[in-house]
């Protein structure tokens, strides 16, 4: 298997099962700075990553960079810090901050700036989404002296939606929920209407509760019908994760999460990975914090590596305990995961880790005892992909990370996916009136 470098390694092993995590990407920094990968996107075949960092084995890269498999590429010194990034009209869109905030664009050639750019005040952008022809972007606008927590980019203007006091709402992560957009944050009044909630969905014109616990949220996926929001956890709350349906909601209440103190939840190539923080520890005066990572199979949660540690510092005071693990990215054929942490102990010295290879295979099937479903393996599999049960002469199509079909036919003994590169697909069986789709990785 091909691993990426970027930097110095070392090895962790998984919690449970027998595999390893590899941590590169090692970054270098004064003492007055951050290093964290917020965000990692694919754009034209190379990874971007954008966050907070200078340095990188001895290359400026400050905020946001080109990986392309070998060599990591500058492609601007004039941002602070990236917070999200993504893909809207062909074009890498970059929320950034510093010295003030805004939304760039790269084509691949050049940085452009939109008209949502040196933002006054303390304007944040904490999340982009594109959706029907728009692009969305939460955080805080600062705007004729009025604050927003949603701004909506049509390729040519911007407008602004949502006015609110900034001490108390701000939008820090976006998904799309039957057509209408959720923020996912803290939220207080808006419009001039009292919510005091989490989450709260956008119709286009008019913003609705969307009733979820009352804690500050982090993240948020949709799940079916359903959404589970990340959490920076209240002493009151049983977890830092939530389901909700707009109506009601409940708590992910695993025994895994009895100590953690926030949450992140995160979806990638249809795999669902929870990231949480538990309690505090302290050196002194020094706070740090200790992220785990699961993958989430059916209701069961696999523990994806060993604790990874917060930074034990003095001087970096400001780190949010849900940082510390940001993200999963699939690229070439391998699950990274991206953040700011310690790979071995919290006081460990420098340089700080911000990527990491999953080495190994996901567990991704999902058996049931419900006959009208099936899976697949083996998962990773490299010649033959199996189905369980009897399922013979079923239509089926395989899809790749990007959505295009690259092989049907009609189910048999075995399917023969030797000929498919390396990397993540998903197997589609068409079974009378009803489509199942179940992801899988084809390895070398």
Same mark, same amino acid.
């Given at each position: 298997m091909r691993i990426l470098f970027i930097a110095s390694f070392v090895f962790l092993q998984f919690s449970v099962v027998a595999q390893i995590l590899t941590s590169f990407g090692?970054?270098?920094?004064?003492?007055?700075?951050?290093?964290t990968v917020y965000d990692a996107e694919i754009y034209n075949g190379n990874l971007y990553l954008g966050g907070e960092f200078y340095l $990188?084995?001895?290359?400026?890269?400050? *905020?946001?960079?080109? #990986?392309? !498999? &070998?060599?990591?590429?500058?492609?601007? =010194?004039?941002?602070?810090?990236?917070?999200?990034?993504?893909?809207?009209?062909?074009?890498?869109?970059?929320?950034?901050?510093?010295?003030?905030?805004?939304?760039?664009?790269?084509?691949?050639?050049?940085?452009?700036?939109?008209?949502?750019?040196?933002?006054?005040?303390?304007?944040?952008?904490?999340?982009?989404?594109?959706?029907?022809?728009?692009?969305?972007?939460?955080?805080?606008?600062?705007?004729?002296?009025?604050?927003? $927590?949603?701004?909506?980019?049509?390729? *040519?203007?911007?407008? #602004?939606? !949502? &006015?609110?006091?900034?001490?108390?709402? =701000?939008g820090v992560s976006i998904a799309v929920y039957y057509n209408d957009i959720l923020l996912s944050g803290g939220f207080d009044t808006i419009n001039n209407t009292y919510f005091a909630s989490s989450i709260l969905r956008f119709d286009g014109t008019n913003f609705h509760s969307f009733n979820s616990a009352y804690s500050l949220g982090t993240s948020l996926i949709v799940d079916g019908n359903s959404v589970v929001e990340g959490l920076r956890k209240r002493s009151t709350d049983p977890s830092p994760f939530v389901h909700t349906n707009g109506t009601n909601y409940s708590f992910l209440t695993d025994t895994i999460f009895t100590n953690a103190i926030a949450g992140r939840v995160f979806s990638t190539n249809g795999l669902e990975f929870y990231s949480s923080v538990d309690n505090r520890i302290t050196s002194g005066q020094v706070p740090t914090s200790s992220a785990f990572l699961y993958l989430k199979v059916g209701q069961n949660f696999t523990p994806l590596c060993d604790s990874l540690f917060g930074v034990a510092q003095p001087w970096i005071t400001i780190t949010l305990p849900e940082n510390l693990?940001?993200?999963?990215?699939?690229?070439?054929?391998?699950?990274?995961?991206?953040?700011?942490?310690?790979?071995?102990?919290?006081?460990?010295?420098y340089p700080q880790n911000m990527l990491a290879v999953i080495v190994g295979s996901l567990n991704v099937t999902e058996e049931t005892s419900d006959k009208s479903t099936f899976f697949v393996y083996p998962n990773p599999v490299q010649n033959f992909l199996m189905?369980?049960?009897?399922?013979?002469?079923?239509?089926?199509?395989?899809?790749?990370?990007?959505?295009?079909?690259?092989?049907?036919?009609?189910?048999?003994?075995?399917?023969?996916?030797?000929?498919?590169?390396?990397?993540?697909?998903?197997?589609?069986?068409?079974?009378?009136?009803?489509?199942?789709?179940?992801?899988?990785?084809?390895?070398?």
């Open positions: 090692n970054n270098q920094h004064d003492s007055a700075d951050i290093t $990188i084995n001895g290359v400026a890269v400050k *905020a946001i960079c080109k #990986y392309d !498999g &070998t060599t990591t590429i500058p492609i601007t =010194t004039s941002i602070g810090s990236v917070y999200d990034m993504e893909i809207f009209k062909n074009k890498l869109y970059i929320a950034y901050r510093g010295p003030a905030a805004g939304v760039a664009f790269w084509n691949d050639t050049i940085l452009q700036y939109t008209s949502l750019s040196g933002l006054t005040g303390n304007s944040a952008i904490h999340s982009l989404k594109a959706h029907n022809g728009n692009l969305y972007a939460t955080g805080s606008f600062e705007v004729n002296n009025q604050y927003y $927590i949603l701004a909506k980019y049509d390729g *040519a203007n911007w407008t #602004y939606h !949502g &006015t609110s006091s900034f001490i108390k709402s =701000t693990i940001r993200g999963v990215v699939f690229y070439n054929g391998q699950w990274i995961l991206y953040g700011g942490f310690k790979s071995t102990s919290a006081f460990a010295t189905l369980s049960g009897e399922i013979k002469n079923t239509p089926f199509l395989i899809y790749n990370a990007q959505g295009s079909i690259v092989l049907k036919g009609f189910t048999g003994s075995k399917i023969n996916v030797s000929t498919l590169q390396k990397g993540f697909y998903i197997f589609e069986l068409q079974q009378e009136n009803n489509v199942t789709q179940k992801p899988f990785i084809k390895s070398n």
